[in-house]
């Protein structure tokens, strides 16, 4: 495996977060016509992407922005197949606790921010 294949499906650790509670009962829901929007792209570390994986988003907001997508609202999100993993997803449309979402391939590196983050394609 090349250095440049791990770097994009190498593995995943939580590098940006540690660990996490879940959500808060009093989470209020989306109005449903944000629920019904269609997320067709997000923003992740490479490192932590897997492709074609099911994830859910187990944090809403987490307030915290890298600099140059101050428009992007940032979640925390489990891989499905393995819950303990855990990684920061960026989106630029609002995402429920619970939801789920399929991680699709990596798309282009992002480069108007200050950190190593790529394009994934989302499907809900």
């Known amino acids: 495996m090349s250095r440049r294949a791990f770097a994009r499906y190498g593995v995943l650790i939580a590098g940006l977060i540690t660990g996490g509670s ?3 009962a009093g989470t209020p829901r989306e109005n449903a016509a944000s629920e019904r929007s269609e997320i067709e792209e997000g923003v992740m570390a490479p490192y ?3 492709p074609e994986s099911q994830v859910t988003v187990v944090e809403p907001d987490i307030g ?10 940032a979640y925390v ?5 393995a819950p303990s993993l855990r990684a920061v997803l960026l989106t630029d449309r ?6 789920s979402l399929t ?4 798309r282009e590196a992002v480069t108007e921010t200050n950190r190593s983050l790529v394009a994934v394609g989302l499907e809900a």
């Open 22 to 24: 879940g959500t808060a």
């Open 48 to 50: 932590q992407v897997v």
């Open 64 to 73: 915290w922005r890298p600099r140059g997508l101050e428009s992007h609202e």
């Open 77 to 81: 999100i489990s891989y499905d197949h």
């Open 94 to 99: 609002p995402l429920r606790a619970d939801r």
């Open 103 to 106: 991680i699709g391939e990596t």
